[in-house]
């Protein structure tokens, strides 16, 4: 496990360049295409988010490579009957000999010498009625495996995906580790597997579910679907905006930091009749928000604002 896969290490996944520098000063870029009415509206809001890695090579089970997961007490396979994300999900067969029928995954940590915790997540599902499963933290010395942490049973729907979580406090020190996904009692209802992540994180908090293929900010460390993924930090500041009326009649009024307001003189917003464009042409700061406001309904406002992941 390399260093990068912390996620208190995303500071360094994004280099903001230098005034000095001849490069653009924008680092990030959102588009946004959406339809507004009489009502101040935010098309975009500060939002940083929780940077993230996941650790799972293949999380969504979208490559027939299943070399990281290790049957226990059951058979596996890829399938594309039922998906929480992407196209497949892992089908988990248990052998109906025991209870703890599933599947691990395994990896070894060399810890945080300030303290971590390793967190585990998955979406689940039924084809069929009844069962359940649960995920269990496991560490191993000397070959000899030990529960440090049991998520709460989950019975398995056949009508939705449920999400099931867990956390343990990590060693300090190389430690192997292996992360089960099994049924907590015997049963043989077979149940699918998708969206399983796991990540080790110095504050314990369990985030969202990350693959490098959920789009902007999102991206692998290598091949995609058979190495760990990141969600870098959003955008924390506008540094510039280009926006687009898209209506044939009505006008709006665009607000930076404030509510949009459509009073003549007195708006609170820069002003855009029928199909104009207004792109800035210096960089802007804007750390909160920008708001549109419509002089009639179902007005189409469209662009892209860039910035930066911190102030």
């Not at 208190?8 to 959102?30: G, I, L, M």
């Not at 796991?198 to 058979?226: C, M, P």
């Not at 802007?284 to 189409?300: E, F, H, L, P």
């Amino acid at each position: 496990m390399n260093s990068i896969h912390f996620p208190e290490s995303w500071a360094s996944w994004e280099v903001d360049p230098s005034t000095r520098q001849s490069v653009h000063v924008w680092t990030k870029y959102e588009p946004f295409d959406v339809s507004v009415g009489t009502t101040s509206t935010a098309i975009w809001t500060a939002n940083r988010g929780v940077p993230s890695v996941n650790l799972v090579s293949n999380p969504s089970f979208e490559t027939t490579v299943l070399t990281e997961f290790t049957v226990s007490g059951s058979a596996i396979a890829r399938s594309n009957t039922m998906a929480a994300s992407g196209s497949y999900a892992l089908e988990v067969n248990p052998d109906n000999n025991a209870a703890g029928e599933g599947f691990y995954w395994s990896f070894s940590s060399p810890g945080h010498p300030e303290g971590s915790s390793l967190t585990a997540q998955c979406e689940v599902r039924a084809g069929s009625t009844g069962g359940n499963m649960k995920i269990e933290i496991r560490k191993v010395v000397a070959g000899v495996e030990s529960v440090v942490a049991t998520s709460a049973t989950q019975t398995i729907s056949n009508s939705q995906w449920d999400r099931v979580t867990v956390s343990a406090a990590m060693e300090v020190g190389l430690t192997d580790y292996r992360v089960y996904l099994i049924s907590n009692t015997q049963h043989n209802i077979t149940f699918h597997v998708d969206k399983f992540m796991v990540e080790q994180r110095k504050d314990g908090q369990i985030t969202d579910y990350v693959d490098g293929s959920l789009g902007n900010n999102y991206e692998w460390f290598g091949t995609a679907h058979a190495s760990p993924s990141k969600r870098r930090p959003g955008i924390a500041v506008v540094r510039g905006i280009r926006i687009t009326n898209g209506h044939g009649s009505n006008t709006i009024n665009v607000a930076f930091d404030t509510t949009a307001t459509a009073a003549g003189t007195t708006s609170t917003g820069v002003l855009l009749k029928t199909a104009a464009t207004w792109e800035t042409q210096w960089p802007i700061d804007v750390q909160k928000s920008v708001n549109v406001i419509a002089s009639g309904a179902s007005t189409q406002v469209y662009g892209v604002v860039w910035g930066v992941h911190s102030g």
